[in-house]
């Protein structure tokens, strides 16, 4: 079945060190997005790419990088983990941006312990 | 600045139906989404509005009123499984969504 793959489904990481998440898509969807989404919160858009370009959005701290190296995967790099970032880390990818009615399909998720 | 607001919990009982609002404030409509998300899941689709008026979809229907920047979601015959936190998302001119923080759903039997 295609779908959006995250790994790992659980990751704790010590306050300060350096933790990579991953997602994968066997979608071929174009649109790849990260988003970062605290207990009973709207999900907070962190970056997206359109095809290889990169969008980061104007809030997103510069601690949160990212990177898409092919059409299938995509890696959100967190340098320095704060407590702050404890969250769920989704992955979504969708079609095309420039229309409208395409759905975003999510991955199951991160979930970020900091400790 | 863009908004979404949604009542932050709501209860219902099995087999009875349920309305949850939705209003927006954005700029710019190109679209408003529904999605569902369990506790500790991915959210997932439910329904997609672009022009007045009522969608239907089995047991889910979702309405919008661009006019008053309004859309609810109908759930009939609610199952136990329903019990979910139920999004709602816009679209904006610059084709970015802009997220409700969700509606907890409880189905009490």
């Known amino acids: 079945d295609a779908m959006v793959i995250q790994n790992p489904r659980y990751q704790v990481t010590q306050f300060g060190k350096p933790v990579t998440l991953s997602c994968s898509q066997t979608?071929?969807?174009?649109?790849m997005y990260w988003y970062q989404q605290k207990s009973s919160q709207a999900p907070k858009l962190l970056f997206h790419?359109?095809?290889?370009?990169?969008?980061n959005e104007a809030d997103t701290p510069d601690n949160f990088q990212s990177r898409r190296p092919n059409t299938s995967f995509c890696f959100l790099d967190i340098r320095s983990p704060g407590l702050g970032d404890a969250a769920m880390y989704l992955c979504a990818t969708s079609r095309d941006s420039g229309d409208s009615s395409y759905e975003q399909y999510f991955g199951p998720g991160t979930r970020l312990t900091v400790t | 600045g863009q908004n979404i607001d949604q009542p932050t919990e709501m209860t219902a009982t099995e087999g009875a139906i349920v309305q949850i609002n939705c209003t927006y404030q954005t700029s710019g409509f190109n679209g408003l989404f529904w999605y569902q998300q369990h506790a500790g899941e991915a959210p997932t689709f439910l329904s997609y509005?672009?022009l007045d008026g009522l969608e239907e979809k089995g047991r889910f229907s979702s309405f919008l009123s661009r006019s008053k920047g309004y859309s609810y979601l109908l759930l009939k015959e609610l199952q136990m499984k329903d019990s979910a936190s139920y999004l709602c998302?816009?679209?904006?001119?610059?084709?970015?969504?802009?997220w409700g923080a969700g509606t907890k759903l409880i189905i009490k039997p």
């Open positions: 790419y359109y095809d290889k370009d990169f969008n």
């Open positions: 998302a816009v679209r904006d001119s610059n084709y970015q969504l802009i």
């Open positions: 979608l071929n969807h174009n649109v």
């Open positions: 509005n672009v």
